[in-house]
C-alpha cells in the first residue's frame, strides 16, 4: 500500500538538458509535498516543497510542478548539471495532525547526468 | 560542526545481539526521528520525539526502542537483532512548526548475520 509512487527507477540526461522527475500519490488528503536530494552515503537533503494549495513553486534551477486533480507531481531541474546525479525522493504529509512531522517517501528515482 | 550526526555510520552484528545507534543535532529542533530505508530503498518512518515526548511511533517491532535523554539526543536501541533488521537507518531532525523540512544524519548501515 505505497501512498507515494515515483515509477522511474531512472533517468539519465545530458547536461544543460532538462531533468523531469515525477512522482504520483493516492492519498487526497496529502496538503504538502516535497523533494529530497540524496547522495551516496550521505543522507536525504531537503530540495524543494510545495503546498497543496499552489501548483507550481520555483527555486533557482528547480520548479516543482503539481496537478492535484491527476495526484502527480514533478520536478524540473534546469539546465541540469552532473553535480545534479543524485537520488530523488518525491515525499508527502499532511495525513492528520497527529502524522504531524510524518514523511510518506517514494521510492526514490536515480538521476545521471552526462557530461 | 555536523548538524545532525548519528553513529556509529556501520554496524555489523549476529543475530540475537543487543545494539544501540546514537544520535545527536546541534540545530536546536524540538523533534526528532528515525526512519528506515529497506532494501527496496523505501524510506519509512519508525518513531518521532518531540521535546522528548513520543508523537509518532508507527507499527515497529516493540524490540526497537526509542530513547531521548533531551532535546539535541535520539537513540534507537535494538534488542535481539533478526536478519531481517539488516537496513540503513536514517535519524532525523526538524522545527515542528516547520516540520517538513527534516535535516537527516548520513545514516547507519545495519547488518545482521
Known amino acids: 500500500d505505497q501512498q507515494v509512487k515515483q515509477n522511474s527507477p531512472s533517468l539519465s540526461v545530458q547536461e544543460g538538458r532538462i531533468s523531469i522527475l515525477n512522482c504520483d500519490y493516492t492519498n487526497s488528503m496529502f496538503d504538502y509535498f516535497l523533494w529530497y536530494k540524496k547522495y551516496p552515503a550521505e543522507g536525504p537533503t531537503f530540495l524543494i516543497s510545495i503546498s497543496s494549495i499552489k501548483d507550481k513553486n520555483e527555486d533557482g534551477r528547480f520548479t516543482v510542478f503539481l496537478n492535484k486533480s491527476a495526484k502527480h507531481l514533478s520536478l524540473h531541474i534546469v539546465p541540469s548539471q552532473p553535480g545534479d546525479s543524485a537520488v530523488y525522493f518525491c515525499a508527502a504529509s499532511g495525513v492528520g495532525s497527529s502524522n504531524t512531522g510524518k514523511l510518506i517517501f517514494g521510492q526514490g528515482t536515480t538521476l545521471q547526468v552526462k557530461p | 560542526d555536523t548538524a545532525v550526526s548519528q553513529t556509529p555510520k556501520y554496524l555489523v552484528t549476529q543475530m540475537g545481539n543487543d545494539k544501540s545507534i546514537k544520535c545527536e543535532q546541534n540545530?536546536?529542533?524540538?523533534?526528532m526521528y528515525w526512519y528506515k530505508q529497506d532494501s527496496k530503498k523505501f524510506l519509512k518512518i519508525m518513531f518521532s520525539?518531540?521535546?522528548?515526548?513520543?508523537?509518532i511511533n508507527e507499527t515497529v517491532p516493540n524490540r526497537f526502542s526509542p530513547k531521548s535523554p533531551d532535546k539535541a539526543h535520539l537513540n534507537l536501541h535494538i534488542n535481539s537483532l533478526e536478519l531481517g533488521d539488516s537496513a540503513v537507518y536514517f535519524c532525523?531532525?526538524?522545527?515542528?512548526?516547520?516540520?517538513?523540512?527534516?535535516?537527516f544524519g548520513s545514516g547507519t548501515q545495519l547488518s545482521v548475520l
Open positions: 520525539y518531540n521535546n522528548k515526548e513520543l508523537i
Open positions: 532525523a531532525s526538524g522545527r515542528r512548526r516547520d516540520h517538513e523540512k527534516l535535516f
Open positions: 540545530l536546536g529542533h524540538d523533534t
